[in-house]
């Protein structure tokens, strides 16, 4: 064999070596993808009206992301429980991350259901910790994702989605009022105050105020008679319209602020819609899952 064929076959078998490395890294790629899970996690609902915003949240994610698996949390036990005497089995962390193990998954994003980074987020937060910390090595990854309003930008989306669906039934002069959770020690009641300003600054009749914390019912009523409101559209700030937002916000008992409200002799109107019904809302939820590179499975960088 000459030496120029000879050169032929080398650069003929070089060629096809790159070929097969290329496609094995190619292959390699894909398959890291299809490893990769979503967790959502969220205090959780016994309502079985409010859970068609889970509903929401959870399809918007599998069109997201068609091959990779979806599971889900519910934190509060309390609520887990009264879900199994029902025949309605939601899993704790523990067994949510070991369903994704069972499946494949190598790098897990967990995303928070919350509006805000209140007590429920960091609880979360710790209790995803302890988990990763009892099993390490587990996962390659298990990265943590921000709630729903962390930024301005997230506020503004979210503002002008809520007052966009709330248009038609509010009319004209009509407020806006807004349920928020809120928490005992107003861990988030910055955020909360925050977000209340981009409102307002889109809309001057939007009014905020929360079940717990510091800004309730009687300083939302002060605020609502200052301005002269004699109607108002009540609404909850929360992914699901549960207990609060039947019961705390346009229940019929005495105490809810539908009935505080009609009593003060306002005309009320109420719309029970979860934010989780909202597109803008899960392509957010998305978009924080995705977006993360909090992994909790490294520890912080020493500086």
């Excluded at 009264?82 to 499946?103: C, M």
Aim: glycine share 8%; hydrophobic share 45%; proline share 3%.
């Amino acid at each position: 064999m000459t030496v120029w064929n000879k050169g032929r076959l080398w650069a003929a078998l070089l060629a096809v070596f790159c070929v097969v490395l290329m496609s094995g890294e190619v292959q390699a790629r894909s398959q890291v993808a299809a490893k990769e899970g979503f967790l959502l996690a969220a205090f959780g609902t016994s309502v079985p009206e409010a859970k068609s915003s889970f509903q929401a949240v959870e399809k918007a994610f599998r069109g997201s992301f068609a091959k990779a698996p979806v599971a889900w949390t519910y934190t509060s036990q309390i609520i887990r429980k009264k879900l199994d005497k029902q025949g309605e089995h939601i899993p704790g962390i523990a067994e949510a991350l070991r369903h994704l193990k069972k499946q494949g998954v190598r790098v897990v994003r967990v995303q928070p259901l919350h509006v805000m980074a209140g007590e429920e987020y960091t609880e979360l937060e710790r209790a995803l910790l302890l988990e990763v910390k009892k099993h390490p090595g587990r996962f390659d990854a298990v990265y943590i994702g921000r709630p729903l309003l962390e930024s301005r930008e997230d506020a503004e989306i979210v503002a002008k989605a809520v007052l966009a669906s709330c248009k038609e039934k509010r009319g004209e002069a009509c407020a806006l009022v807004l349920m928020g959770h809120g928490q005992e020690h107003g861990r988030a009641g910055l955020t909360f105050e925050g977000v209340r300003q981009v409102f307002t600054a889109l809309d001057p009749l939007v009014f905020m105020a929360t079940v717990e914390g510091q800004r309730g019912f009687e300083e939302l009523l002060a605020e609502l008679k200052a301005r002269q409101v004699k109607k108002v559209l009540l609404r909850p700030l929360m992914v699901v319209a549960g207990d609060h937002a039947r019961n705390d916000l346009g229940g019929s008992e005495d105490d809810s602020w539908a009935s505080r409200l009609k009593a003060e002799g306002f005309e009320v109107d109420v719309n029970l819609e979860g934010l989780g019904l909202l597109p803008e809302v899960a392509k957010l939820y998305i978009e924080h899952a995705s977006q993360s590179r909090d992994d909790l499975t490294r520890e912080p960088k020493k500086k």
